[in-house]
C-alpha cells in the first residue's frame, strides 16, 4: 500500500540514467517508500527518497526482492532520541490519535527515519501522518482533529487514506465544496472522498 517502506530493492532494478544519489540511497542499503500508481505486474511502484527534500525519484521495484515491509502503523510508538519539533509532536499526539478510534501511522521523513535509522528529519520537518478510513469521517470531525493537530509542536500534514484514494485532512476540514482525491491512477475532484461517483445536485 502507499507509504509502505520496502528493503531489497537492487542497484540492476534502476534504470542506466539514474542519479546518483539514487545510486548511494540504494546501495546504503535505503528503504523505498510505495507511491500510489499503476505497475507492471510482478512490480510495485517505488519511490526512492535522497537527502534533500526535492530528492524524490520514481522507480520500480520487483514484488519477489522484497526482503522486508514496514507499514506506517508498525511506526506509531517507535521512539527516537533527537530532539526535533517532528519527535516532540508525535510524543504530543499519540495518546489523542491512540484514542480516536481510527487505525493511524507515521510517513514522511518521520516515518522513514523511525523505520530505517536513516537521519531524514531536520528542525523544520513537518510531521506527515495517515489516518485509515474506511468510513466517512465528518467534515466536523476533520475540524476538530486539524485544531488539535495545530496544538502540536510543528506543522502536521494528515492524509485521509478512503476505500478509494487518499484526500487531504486539512482539504477535507476546509470550506471548499470538492476536495482532492488521489489513487493509483488518477486525482480528481470530488464532493465525497468514500463516495467519488457522488455528483452534485
Known sequence: MAHDLLWGMTLQQLPADAPAWVVESISAGQPVVVRRAVSAAGQVAVGVRG?????????SMAITSVS???QPEQLRHVDIDRDLPAVRALK???PMLDGCGWKWGVSGS???????????????SDLDLILRTP??????????LVTRLDAAACVV???????????????????????????AT??????????PQEQAA
Open 51 to 59: 537527502r534533500l527534500r526535492e530528492q524524490r525519484y520514481a522507480a
Open 68 to 70: 522486508r515491509r514496514v
Open 92 to 94: 504530543q499526539l499519540r
Open 110 to 124: 518521520a516515518g522513514f527515519e523511525l523505520a530505517s535509522g536513516f537521519s531524514a528529519l531536520h528542525e523544520g
Open 135 to 144: 468510513q466517512s469521517l465528518s467534515r466536523a470531525q476533520a475540524r476538530e
Open 157 to 183: 500534514d494528515m492524509q485521509l487514506q478512503t476505500p478509494f484514494g487518499a484526500v487531504a485532512l486539512r482539504e477535507w476540514a476546509g470550506s471548499s465544496s470538492r476536495v482532492l482525491l488521489k489513487n
Open 186 to 195: 488518477e486525482a480528481s475532484l470530488v464532493f465525497d472522498p468514500w463516495n
